[in-house]
């Protein structure tokens, strides 16, 4: 069966917002975690959760070494969003651009409220369908089976044809009321029915407004570091920040929702001095995590043309725990 992420296209546009580079599609952060072992990490709050920190959701933010990744790649391209928004609200949605945009958010809404109804409609009559299992069960057990009542139909019939054109005319204004009632409620079901749920889109503007110039912004600036963020995603490493053990980078032999991270991932200069505190600590920290203290640098001499083909890496254990 075809994903939703296998239609998307590149080019990728990636929001760069307050110097954060963002992604709003979940197709797009599908599409790059299962193609190009970008994982990027979820800052956004889960609507049915929206006070809790421990499970987030969109808008999944990139590493600036992420984004220069993927731009130096040509698989996306930086869009200055604050600029995009001011030129496109002004220009792209009037008349009948805006008028389609609201049709589709309509259609959404109700589309949601459909789903809703069909769903509280499904747990009504599984609700009911379990009572009346239970009192069949119940009557079964003590014995009593359901009887008609006394009296053949034409009998009662009769008697109901006996009674006075008072009392006739009494019930059927009961008769009526209920009637009004019952015309009532369905109209209001119908009102419902027809109303759609507020949707708050996660984007502000179609995405075909987008612009198409993958060269209108500069690469993302980035740390020394990226040359080893480099090196190590070439060799189909999954790279994520590595703040929670104190290096740059947490490494990962696959996707971080099946594997531990094999190595902690730290960069230096080619030639820079090296504090023996540093390779201990690191050493014994990977070591008691399970996991190597990786320390690579970018020799600049070395031949190679795309980034990270000049860094040499080592990998570091303490041996004696």
Not at 210 to 236: G, I, K
Not at 267 to 283: A, E, L, N, T, V
């Amino acid at each position: 069966m075809a994903l939703s992420s296998d239609f998307v296209t590149e080019p990728i546009p990636i929001s760069l917002i307050a110097g954060r580079y963002l992604l709003f599609d979940v197709n797009v952060v599908t599409y790059l975690r299962r193609n190009h072992h970008i994982c990027g990490s979820l800052i956004g709050s889960i609507p049915q959760s929206p006070q809790q920190n421990v499970f987030f959701g969109l808008p999944m933010q990139l590493m600036p070494e992420e984004a220069k990744l993927l731009v130096e790649k040509e698989v996306a391209y930086i869009v200055d969003d604050k600029a995009w928004h001011k030129q496109t609200l002004l220009t792209t949605l009037q008349g009948a651009d805006k008028q389609a945009y609201l049709d589709s958010l309509r259609s959404m809404g109700l589309n949601a409220r459909k789903a809703a109804l069909h769903e509280a409609k499904r747990k009504t009559e599984t609700g009911l369908a379990r009572y009346a299992a239970k009192k069949a069960q119940e009557l079964a057990v003590a014995g009593i089976k359901e009887t008609p009542e006394s009296g053949s139909p034409d009998t009662s019939f009769n008697d109901a044809s006996s009674v006075t054109d008072d009392s006739t005319s009494l019930f059927e204004d009961d008769s009526n009321k209920s009637e009004r009632s019952s015309a009532t409620i369905k109209s209001s079901s119908a009102a419902t029915a027809s109303t759609p749920f507020a949707v708050t889109p996660t984007t502000s503007c179609p995405t075909s407004s987008l612009p198409q110039n993958p060269s209108s912004q500069p690469d993302p600036p980035v740390a020394s570091s990226y040359a080893l963020f480099a090196h190590l995603h070439f060799r189909d490493y999954y790279i994520m920040p590595g703040l929670r053990f104190g290096c740059n980078y947490n490494v990962y032999p696959g996707d971080p929702l099946r594997f531990h991270s094999h190595f902690l991932a730290t960069s230096y200069d080619y030639d820079q001095d090296i504090p023996m505190f540093d390779i201990i600590g690191g050493g014994r920290l990977g070591t008691a995590v399970k996991k190597g203290f990786l320390i690579g640098g970018e020799d600049l001499e070395a031949e190679g043309t795309r980034s990270g083909d000049k860094v040499r890496t080592f990998c570091i254990e303490w041996g004696g725990m």
